[in-house]
């Protein structure tokens, strides 16, 4: 089966950077370069939220207002990864992050991930 595997969560102080990566694997029916790739997170007591996307179709993509020119999305097709560097970490970036894997072009916001990782926990001390 199609699998999702996060890493790169730690614990950080404000100010400093972390990689998150999301390998994907067991791909059959449709390849890694059919799906747009989704960061989400959901810290404790609140709802989860969309942080990222990559599309399928042209590598644009999406980033929420919190954390536009702090986060960077990127795709390596070789390796069958996404990964999601966070610079500038502030302590409202304390979540799990989750990746998502949605089989349309386009970061819409609106389709349903067809498959999820586990999470990582990433953690900014003030």
Do not use: H
Not at 39 to 57: L, N, T, Y
Request: proline share 2%; hydrophobic share 30%.
């Amino acid at each position: 089966e199609v699998q999702l595997v996060e890493s790169g969560g730690g614990l950080v102080q404000a100010g400093g950077s972390l990689r998150l990566s999301c390998a994907a694997s067991g791909f059959t029916t449709y390849a890694f370069d059919d799906y747009t790739i989704w960061w989400f997170r959901q810290a404790p007591g609140k709802d989860r939220e969309g942080v990222s996307c990559i599309s399928a179709s042209d590598g644009s993509g999406f980033y929420r207002d919190s954390v536009k020119g702090r986060f960077t999305m990127s795709r390596d097709g070789a390796r069958n990864t996404v990964y999601l560097q966070m610079n500038s970490l502030k302590p409202e970036d304390t979540a799990t992050y989750y990746c998502g894997a949605d089989r349309s072009y386009y970061c819409s916001g609106s389709s349903p991930m067809d498959y999820w990782g586990q999470g990582t926990q990433v953690t900014v001390s003030s």
